[in-house]
């Protein structure tokens, strides 16, 4: 599937421990960034991906592949600067499951909720639970991109 | 892998037809550039990859992963404006092989030859065969990343 139909929203009051379930920590760093192109590299506990994203709003293209861990240890160093470590949690919901990230390191204290849909259809009539914060899909400086470049923006979005 | 150590040359006069044998048409996108890092796409007849090039010089960190062409594809539109085409012979060499590139396109003309080596004390000993022409490696503005943006630079190296 190279078509990405996501929503990302804020969390300012997590879900307790036991709807979190146990997380997975992930370390992401962007390779490169051009035009409205990324390529990243995400290593978790025992894998490694590298993603690229294209395009902008609801619907991007993305390209997912895993690499061996050692190549992705590799560029890692090429990455400075452009980092974040996040713990990822799989919470199920009507109809799909949030992956709520609890971001560490400069953005500690940041919690964001992502829900992938099948159609634009389904994300356009999804309704987010009470949990759910702001939305920030395609909200300047909120992608992970930006947020792994820039830090936590200065002003939450209205 | 994760590290190639590779030497670029110009090629001013190619060899013959049957000394380069049969090509494989290659076309390459880049998905974007930033730092030292340079991610792309290769699509050939039958594959496709995503590489990732880091670092500067004789030795840089490589990752290359195979995806399916219709992932390729997808993510093709996105890199207007940082394509080139080209066909690569395979030519034997003592000691290894030398990877001939005819471009296509605006670059038509245009033709390079590399050779990778297994460590750099090899690389550094190598002769190159009377065809080779002036050496490429590393010259602001000959990579490939640089002639899919920008064309063939109007000074050739010297």
């Known amino acids: 599937m190279a078509v990405e139909i996501e929503r990302k929203f804020l969390v300012t009051d997590p879900p307790s421990e036991d709807v979190l ?23 978790g506990p025992d894998d490694a991906w590298i993603t690229v ?22 560029l890692w160093p090429h990455t400075a600067g452009r980092r974040l470590e996040k713990v990822r949690f799989f919470v199920p919901l009507e109809g799909g499951t949030a992956e709520v990230d609890r971001y560490a390191d400069e953005l500690d204290g940041l919690w964001t909720v992502e829900v992938e849909f099948d159609s634009e259809e389904a ?36």
Chains 1, 2 share one sequence.
């Open 123 to 158: 994300s356009a009539a999804f309704t987010p639970p009470a949990w759910f914060g702001v939305e920030l899909t395609d909200i300047e400086g909120w992608s992970n991109a930006a947020l792994a470049r820039r830090g936590r923006p200065a002003d939450p979005p209205s």
């Open 53 to 74: 994203k294209a395009g902008r709003g609801v619907s991007r293209t993305e390209v997912q592949v895993a690499i061996p861990v050692a190549e992705a240890e590799a």
């Open 21 to 43: 379930g146990a997380g997975v920590p992930y370390r992401q760093g962007y390779l490169a960034g051009e035009g409205d192109v990324e390529a990243r590299i995400r290593i």
